[in-house]
């Protein structure tokens, strides 16, 4: 068995019942080191791009990530690559918790299912053990009960699971497929997918070891690593309070146009740390513990990170982190998206505000802005797909067509799908407009909003002696130098861009989750790191111009595969809104010019031409002649 690899996949067809069980290839996970690369590279040559989102053919594909389940400190993640209903794209998901490692203890390292049951079903998987099970117990049930069922008739084995919620069941394109609480896969539509194979579940159970090449080095690697996560962690912990001050600011860009402005925003939150997060937690062998246990209200709990906290205050107005919380759980148990509910629960108050739908719409029900009630009860209109909640339901941009009288005026959209609740500067612009999803989250480097108090010189030396900085000795010249900030600098920011979204996506590859690698400023894994553990971990001698060609065959792929189903150059870019006005009270208007002159550089040098179609040349130097063919064979190079 090669070290690192569970050494197995398997091939599911849920029209037939069919299982196939087939060896892992070495040197395909050498060339695309697993996870997201290799569930990629599984799409790209067997799905055609005129397959419909919802054809048998149109496969979910689980990848766990080259180091998952291995001593490499927050290696916990699995892709799931497929088709998106709401863009029709390739898009993926990284599903962080504990799944992923399960998944390679029980032999595994892909699953790679096609087809649709006739009746409710879910996946068993134990060691050698692989049934297709009867769910119809099942269906209609949230995701909690849903698992704590199958916990119970799974006892005693402490089973790992993957489950639909009804949005997915009723393939809302918002749904989601949940994990643990707080850990789950997202955006444009992956439940829905799931929800049409009827495929409700899957639950994991491994007792097998993952070997790996050197345990001593790795070992050593990793306390090196460990070493380094005082300042990471310092941040999390003290998360939402001072350190999420400056994003209770930020105004919800996507759905109405008025900025909304928190007053003594580092009080509130600060008070709501004291009273409501319980603790800290994390996913599998994550010493970060990016994630809060808060206590509700009504005496549940919920686990939430990052802007999970702030979606529903700025889609409707309302300064209560507890009401966030509370929406983010709900959409957590119907199995949604909570960016995209967030936004579409937004979108249909502004457009109610604005007359263009009116209770005749909503089944009676009132929308304003600050209303908890109207908030909760479009949450489940959605997932469930009642009154305008079966319209929300497509997305906002055939919601909008739907709904007509000028509600297309109102959708924000990249690419189809709503966007992240950040105010847009050229940074985050560019990065939401190239990509398959505008998802920021995917893209984040150091290059941060001003005012957060870095960028000093002080700060800057610092920051490079102190062993943080994680991009190229080429740029480190442009990042000791005077820099503008992100709100300004349309020149600096594209070579430090690509090189984020190779970053992550080389951490995608290997299911290192990017809070280590690449999110935010002191993030403890450097490259470096990164290509020790591959080596000391999977036996793979591994040098950064292998490890990065990895991470480019990915995305490289991905926007092939997206060129042939209809994505150019029209398509990179953002609402046209932001070319006219600011974001944000303290955000300027994104220059168009100087926007398209920046996208320019970014396919050079990501080796696209000037239409935003992968290069011959770029995809014959990446070993990707089979790609090229493709395209020549549609006509498009």
């Given at each position: 068995?090669?070290f690192g690899?569970?050494?197995?996949?398997?091939?599911?067809?849920?029209s037939?019942?069919?299982v196939?069980r087939?060896?892992?290839d070495?040197?395909q996970f050498?060339?695309?080191?697993?996870g997201?690369?290799?569930?990629t590279k599984?799409?790209v040559?067997?799905?055609?791009?005129?397959?419909?989102?919802?054809?048998?053919?149109?496969?979910?594909?689980?990848s766990a990530?080259?180091?998952?389940g291995?001593l490499a400190?927050?290696a916990?993640?699995?892709?799931?690559v497929?088709?998106?209903?709401?863009?029709g794209?390739?898009t993926?998901?990284?599903?962080?918790?504990?799944?992923?490692?399960?998944?390679?203890?029980?032999?595994y390292?892909?699953?790679?299912?096609?087809?649709i049951?006739?009746?409710?079903?879910?996946?068993f998987?134990?060691d050698d053990?692989?049934?297709?099970r009867?769910?119809?117990h099942?269906?209609?049930?949230c995701?909690r009960?849903?698992?704590?069922?199958?916990?119970?008739e799974h006892?005693?084995l402490?089973?790992q699971v993957?489950?639909i919620?009804?949005?997915g069941?009723k393939?809302v394109?918002a749904?989601?497929?949940?994990h643990?609480?707080g850990?789950?896969a997202?955006?444009?539509?992956?439940?829905?997918?799931?929800?049409?194979k009827?495929?409700?579940?899957?639950?994991v159970?491994?007792?097998?070891?993952?070997?790996?090449?050197?345990?001593?080095?790795?070992?050593?690697?990793?306390d090196?690593?460990n070493?380094?996560t005082?300042?990471?962690?310092d941040?999390?912990r003290?998360?939402?309070a001072k350190?999420?001050a400056?994003?209770?600011?930020e105004?919800?860009?996507?759905?109405?146009?008025e900025?909304?402005i928190?007053?003594d925003?580092?009080?509130i939150?600060?008070?709501?740390n004291k009273a409501?997060?319980m603790?800290s937690a994390g996913?599998?062998?994550c010493?970060?513990?990016c994630?809060?246990?808060i206590?509700?209200?009504e005496g549940r709990?919920a686990t939430?990170?990052?802007m999970s906290?702030?979606?529903?205050?700025?889609a409707?107005k309302?300064?209560d982190?507890h009401?966030?919380v509370r929406?983010?759980e709900?959409?957590?148990?119907?199995g949604?998206?909570v960016?995209?509910?967030a936004?579409?629960?937004?979108?249909?108050?502004?457009?109610?505000?604005?007359?263009?739908?009116?209770?005749?719409?909503t089944?009676?029900?009132?929308?304003n802005?600050?209303d908890r009630q109207?908030a909760y009860s479009?949450?489940?209109?959605?997932?469930r797909?009642?009154?305008?909640?079966?319209?929300?339901?497509?997305?906002?941009?055939e919601?909008?067509r739907?709904?007509?009288?000028?509600?297309?005026?109102?959708?924000?959209?990249?690419k189809?799908?709503?966007p992240i609740?950040?105010?847009?500067?050229?940074?985050?612009?560019?990065?939401?407009?190239?990509?398959?999803?505008?998802?920021?989250?995917?893209?984040?480097?150091f290059?941060?909003?001003e005012?957060?108090e870095?960028?000093?010189?002080?700060w800057?030396e610092?920051y490079?002696?102190d062993g943080?900085?994680?991009?190229?000795?080429?740029?480190?010249?442009?990042?000791?130098?005077?820099?503008e900030?992100?709100?300004?600098d349309?020149?600096k920011?594209?070579?430090f861009?690509?090189?984020?979204?190779?970053?992550?996506s080389?951490?995608?590859?290997t299911?290192?989750c990017?809070?280590?690698?690449?999110f935010?400023?002191?993030?403890?894994?450097l490259?470096?790191d990164?290509?020790k553990l591959?080596e000391y971990?999977?036996g793979?001698?591994?040098?950064e111009?292998?490890?990065?060609?990895?991470?480019?065959?990915?995305g490289?792929?991905?926007?092939?595969f997206?060129?042939?189903a209809?994505?150019?150059?029209?398509?990179?870019?953002?609402?046209?809104?932001f070319f006219e006005?600011p974001?944000?009270?303290?955000k300027?208007?994104?220059?168009?010019?100087?926007?398209?002159?920046?996208?320019s550089?970014?396919?050079?040098?990501?080796g696209w031409?000037e239409?935003g179609?992968?290069?011959?040349?770029?995809l014959d130097?990446?070993g990707?002649e089979?790609?090229?063919?493709?395209l020549?064979?549609?006509?498009?190079?």
């Open positions: 068995m090669p690899l569970a050494g197995k996949g398997l091939e599911i067809d849920l037939s019942g069919r196939v087939i060896n892992s070495p040197d050498e060339k695309f080191l697993g997201r690369g290799i569930a599984m799409f040559d067997r799905v055609s791009p005129e397959t419909d989102p919802f054809a048998p053919d149109n496969p979910l594909i689980f990530g080259l180091l998952s291995t400190p927050g916990n993640r699995t892709a799931l497929t088709r998106s209903p709401q863009t794209l390739l993926y998901s990284t599903i962080g918790g504990f799944w992923g490692p399960e998944l390679k203890r029980a032999g390292d892909t699953i790679f299912i096609a087809g049951a006739e009746t409710p079903i879910y996946l998987i134990r053990l692989i049934e297709l009867d769910a119809s099942l269906w209609g049930k995701v009960e849903a698992g704590q069922i199958l916990g119970a006892k005693p402490n089973i993957l489950c919620g009804p949005a069941e393939k394109f749904s989601s497929i949940e643990a609480m850990a789950g997202h955006r444009a539509g992956v439940g829905a997918v799931m929800g049409h009827k495929l409700k579940a899957i639950v159970h491994g007792t097998r070891d993952i070997l790996v090449a050197n345990p001593a080095e790795l070992k050593k690697t990793c090196h690593i070493s380094k005082g300042p990471i962690r941040y999390w003290d998360w939402p350190n999420g400056w994003l209770f600011n105004a919800m860009h996507g759905n109405y146009e900025a909304v928190f007053e925003d580092e009080e939150l600060t008070n709501f409501s997060k603790r996913c599998f062998n010493g970060i513990g994630k809060s246990v206590a509700l209200p709990y939430v990170k990052c906290y702030f979606n529903f205050m700025f409707v309302i300064c982190i009401f966030s929406c983010f709900l959409c957590e148990n119907y949604l998206d960016v995209s509910t936004y579409l629960t937004g979108f249909a108050i502004d457009l109610y505000q604005k007359g263009i739908i009116t209770r005749a719409d089944g009676g029900l009132e929308l802005w600050g109207a479009l949450i489940e209109k959605i997932a797909r009642e009154d305008i909640g079966d319209i929300l339901a497509y997305g906002v941009v919601a909008s739907k709904i007509g009288k000028g509600a297309e005026e109102h959708a924000y959209h990249v189809k799908l709503e609740p950040y105010t847009i500067d050229p940074y985050s612009a560019l990065l939401s407009s190239v990509g398959d999803k505008p998802d920021q989250t995917r893209s984040e480097g290059i941060a909003s005012g957060l870095y960028y000093s010189p002080e800057r610092n490079v002696k943080f900085f994680s991009y190229p000795k080429a740029l480190k010249p442009d990042f000791e130098s005077d820099y900030g992100r709100d300004h349309y020149e920011i594209v070579p861009a690509s090189y984020d979204v190779d970053k992550n080389l951490a995608d590859c299911g290192v990017i809070y280590w690698t690449g935010w400023q002191y993030n403890p894994i490259v470096e990164h290509l591959i971990a999977a793979m001698p591994m040098d111009e292998k490890a990065m060609n990895a991470a480019k065959c990915t490289i792929m991905t926007r092939a997206n060129a042939m209809g994505i150019s150059r029209r398509d990179d870019t953002i609402h046209k809104r006005k974001s944000g009270a303290q300027p208007i994104i220059d168009r010019e100087r926007f398209d002159a920046m996208v550089r970014y396919y050079s040098m990501r031409n239409d179609i992968p290069s011959a040349e770029e130097r990446l990707l089979d790609i090229r063919l493709k020549e064979q549609k006509g498009i190079l």
